[in-house]
């Protein structure tokens, strides 16, 4: 029987598993967050870091887990109609993130230990700023819109926290075309000097 997977399945297969670890963790700290601390005034969200790592295995498919993150966070936390859309549309401004994919090359990123962490926080960031753009749109206050920024501090330590890990941990921080194609040339190469011996 053949063990092969096409590359495709192999992306679904991964773009999924990273969706369910992000609904759960979402899921889980918004409700620890809204039940155990409610009067907080800092949100911590791992949609950012998740956002970041799918950025760099597979690049524009991280706009589905964007979206995802936004609308698990509102769920959790019971959000209003109008949240969905703050946190939905204002999340997919994190593939902005892919302009510094494209300028300085997801090796120099993936190889860079400040790159990679600032690559995280920009994504983070553009979150934030598109959070702010899209409750102004819908009428909010621009002191309101700060908020989105203020109150997710604590994200950005978390952010850089899981991207500074998830680097070090071999082929996680990485392009999945660029790791496959590493790991077949390893083992091939392995398999070759097995044969001169």
């Given at each position: 029987?053949?063990?092969?997977?096409?590359?495709?399945?192999?992306?679904a297969?991964?773009?999924?598993?990273?969706?369910?670890?992000?609904s759960?963790?979402?899921?889980?700290?918004?409700?620890?967050?809204?039940?155990?601390?409610?009067?907080?005034?800092?949100?911590?969200?791992?949609?950012?870091?998740?956002?970041?790592?799918?950025?760099m295995?597979?690049?524009?498919?991280?706009?589905?887990?964007?979206?995802?993150?936004?609308?698990?966070?509102?769920a959790?936390?019971?959000?209003?109609?109008?949240?969905?859309?703050?946190?939905?549309?204002?999340?997919?401004?994190?593939?902005?993130?892919?302009?510094?994919?494209?300028?300085?090359?997801?090796e120099?990123i993936?190889?860079d230990?400040?790159?990679?962490?600032?690559?995280?926080?920009?994504?983070?960031?553009f979150?934030?700023?598109?959070?702010?753009?899209?409750?102004?749109?819908?009428?909010?206050?621009?002191s309101?819109?700060?908020?989105?920024?203020?109150?997710?501090?604590?994200?950005?330590?978390?952010?850089?926290?899981?991207?500074?890990?998830?680097?070090r941990?071999?082929?996680?921080?990485?392009?999945?075309?660029?790791?496959?194609?590493?790991?077949?040339?390893?083992?091939?190469?392995?398999?070759?000097?097995?044969?001169?011996?």
């Amino acid at each position: 029987m053949d063990r092969q997977i096409t590359l495709q399945r192999y992306r679904a297969m991964d773009l999924s598993a990273f969706a369910l670890m992000l609904s759960i963790s979402e899921a889980v700290i918004v409700t620890a967050a809204t039940r155990w601390f409610p009067d907080q005034l800092y949100t911590v969200s791992v949609t950012a870091a998740v956002v970041s790592i799918v950025l760099m295995r597979w690049g524009a498919a991280a706009a589905i887990h964007a979206v995802l993150g936004g609308a698990v966070f509102c769920a959790a936390a019971h959000a209003e109609p109008g949240q969905y859309l703050i946190y939905c549309a204002g999340n997919l401004f994190s593939l902005a993130s892919l302009l510094w994919l494209r300028l300085l090359g997801k090796e120099r990123i993936r190889n860079d230990g400040f790159l990679s962490v600032t690559f995280a926080l920009c994504t983070l960031l553009f979150m934030q700023l598109g959070r702010a753009a899209a409750a102004l749109v819908l009428g909010a206050a621009a002191s309101a819109c700060l908020g989105f920024v203020t109150t997710d501090l604590l994200s950005g330590l978390f952010t850089a926290l899981i991207v500074w890990i998830a680097r070090r941990l071999d082929g996680i921080f990485e392009d999945q075309k660029h790791y496959l194609l590493r790991i077949h040339e390893r083992d091939t190469w392995g398999e070759e000097r097995e044969g001169t011996k």
